[in-house]
C-alpha cells in the first residue's frame, strides 16, 4: 500500500516528530490531516532542534514534499513563522509545502474566546493551550468558519471577519477581556494573506493522485489517541478526531489507501493538561522522570505530568486503530530505576473494567493493576542491537510487545535521528 500513517498511542508527547521525520526520508508526502497548532513536534538534526506545530515534520528531507491538509486548522501568524525559518535554513519551499484551501482559520478572536472560557470556568479549567483550538473548531461545526479559500477574495473575506469579529468580541466583552481590533487585525491578515497563497493548492488531487502513481505517503498524527475528540475522557480532549480513521476525513484519502499504522509509545505516561491520569505519579521520582526527559510542552512550555506506563490504555488505542507495529520511545530515561511498573488494567469498586467502560469521572478513581519489573542500571542510549540491550530492558520491552499482541519495529533511545534499537 502507498500510504502509512505515525499515530501517539497515548496522551500526547510520544515522540511521534522523530520517528515521522526519521520514516520520511522514505516517503514522497508527509501529509498533518488534523489538529493545529496546539501540537508541538521536535526534530534533532545533526546539533540544532527543530520545532514545528503546522509543518510536517518530514520537511527537512530533499525529495519529500509537506502536505498540510484539508483537516488542520491554520493560525497563519504560527504557519509563516515556520516558514521563515525553513527559509533561513536553506530550504527552498516552492513545490515543497501544499495547503488545502480548505482549512480552516484560527482567528484573533478565537484565541481570545479561548482563554475567556478557560479564565471562566475557574478551578474547572480543561488546561487547552489556549490556542483558539476549540473555538475555531466551534465556528466550523456551527457554519461560521472561515477558510483558506476565503482568503482569495479579499473584499469577502473582509466581510466575512468583520462579521464575526462583530459577534464575538461582545462576548468577550462579557467576559471583561479585551475585544479584537478589527482595522489592525485585518492589516495584519492581509500581509500574512500574501505569503501562504502562492502554497494554496487541491490536496485531495494531489494526494489521490499520488496514491494511484504508488508514491508513498506518509500521515503524522498531531495529537495521542487519548485526546480524540469522541474515544478521550471527554472534556479533557482535543478539538479533533485523533483515530487513523480521521485520515480520510481530513485528507481525502481513501482508507483502503491506507497500508500500515505505527503507534508511537512512550516508554512511560506523560500529558499535558487537565483531566485524568491513572499511573499519575508525584514527588521526587516524577520530577526526576521529567527533568531527565526533557518533559515539558513543545507548544506551552508547560510541565507535563508524569505516570507509568500504562497498557490498559494502549490496548484501546492499540485495537480503535488496528495498529501492527510498535515504535517505543524515550526507553533510556527509564536507566537507573531500580524498579518499573506497567498498568496492565483497572479496578472500579473491587471490579475489574476497561478504559473503553469509563468517562472522566470513573477514569479519576480507577486503581490500576500493576506488573512490577527489576530497572536497569546501564545507560541504553548507545546500544543500536536488541541483543545488547541489558535483559531487564528487554524482558520489559518484550512483555509490552506480547500484552499488545503487536510486534515492535523499533525502540528509540536519545533524540537524535538514528539513535535507535533495531529489533
Not at 508541538?40 to 502536505?67: E, M, Q, S, Y
Not at 474515544?231 to 491506507?258: C, Q, R
Not at 507509568?308 to 488496528?322: G, K, P, Q, T, Y
Amino acid at each position: 500500500m502507498p500510504a502509512e500513517s505515525v499515530i501517539g498511542l497515548q496522551w500526547g508527547d510520544e515522540g511521534k516528530g522523530k520517528i515521522v521525520d526519521l520514516l520520511a526520508q522514505n516517503a514522497d508526502y508527509v501529509v498533518r490531516y488534523h489538529g493545529g497548532n496546539n501540537a508541538g513536534h521536535t526534530v534533532v538534526v545533526g546539533n540544532k532542534k527543530h520545532f514545528f506545530h503546522l509543518i510536517p515534520c518530514g520537511i527537512f528531507h530533499k525529495n519529500t514534499k509537506a502536505v498540510i491538509a484539508n483537516g488542520v486548522i491554520l493560525d497563519l501568524e504560527v504557519l509563516v513563522g515556520e516558514m521563515d525559518i525553513l527559509l533561513k535554513e536553506k530550504l527552498n519551499l516552492w513545490n515543497k509545502i501544499y495547503i488545502s484551501p480548505r482549512c480552516h482559520l484560527i482567528l484573533p478572536y478565537h484565541k481570545q474566546l479561548d482563554a475567556a472560557y478557560e479564565n471562566a470556568r475557574g478551578k474547572n479549567k480543561l488546561g487547552t493551550t489556549k490556542r483558539g483550538i476549540g473555538p475555531a473548531y466551534s465556528d466550523k461545526v456551527s457554519y461560521n468558519g472561515i477558510r483558506v479559500y476565503d482568503l482569495a477574495d479579499w473584499k469577502e473575506f473582509t466581510e466575512k471577519f468583520t462579521f464575526q469579529a462583530k459577534i464575538k468580541n461582545k462576548i468577550l466583552k462579557t467576559f471583561n477581556v479585551n475585544p479584537v481590533n478589527i482595522t489592525a487585525e485585518l492589516k495584519k491578515l492581509k500581509k500574512l494573506r500574501t505569503r501562504i497563497l502562492p502554497f494554496v493548492k487541491d490536496t485531495f488531487e494531489l494526494l489521490n493522485d499520488a496514491a494511484a502513481k504508488k508514491k508513498k505517503i506518509l500521515f503524522e498524527g498531531a495529537h495521542g489517541i487519548m485526546l480524540d475528540l469522541d474515544w478521550s475522557p471527554y472534556p479533557f480532549a482535543t478539538g479533533s478526531n485523533t483515530v487513523v480513521g480521521s485520515i480520510n476525513t481530513g485528507s481525502g484519502l481513501a482508507y483502503k489507501e491506507l497500508g500500515s499504522v505505527i503507534g508511537i509509545v512512550k516508554a512511560f505516561t506523560s500529558r499535558v493538561g487537565g483531566g485524568p491520569l491513572p499511573t499519575e505519579l508525584h514527588g521526587r521520582l516524577a520530577d526526576a522522570i521529567r527533568e531527565r526527559g526533557g518533559e515539558y510542552g513543545t507548544t506551552t512550555g508547560r510541565p507535563r505530568r508524569i505516570g507509568w506506563l500504562d497498557l490498559e490504555a494502549v490496548r484501546f488505542s492499540c485495537r480503535i486503530n488496528n495498529v501492527k507495529e510498535l515504535v517505543i520511545t524515550k526507553l533510556d530515561i527509564l536507566s537507573g530505576l531500580l524498579d518499573i511498573k506497567v498498568c496492565v488494567g483497572y479496578t472500579l469498586n473491587g471490579k475489574k473494567v476497561h478504559y473503553s467502560d469509563c468517562g472522566y469521572k470513573e477514569l479519576a478513581k480507577v486503581k490500576p493493576v500493576y506488573k512490577s519489573f527489576p530497572g536497569w542500571i546501564d545507560d541504553v542510549s548507545g546500544i543500536r542491537k536488541f541483543s545488547k540491550l541489558p535483559k531487564e530492558c528487554r524482558d520489559y520491552l518484550n512483555f509490552i510487545a506480547k500484552f499488545l499482541g503487536v510486534k515492535i519495529k523499533f525502540v528509540s533511545v536519545g533524540a537524535e535521528r538514528n539513535a535507535n534499537v533495531k529489533f
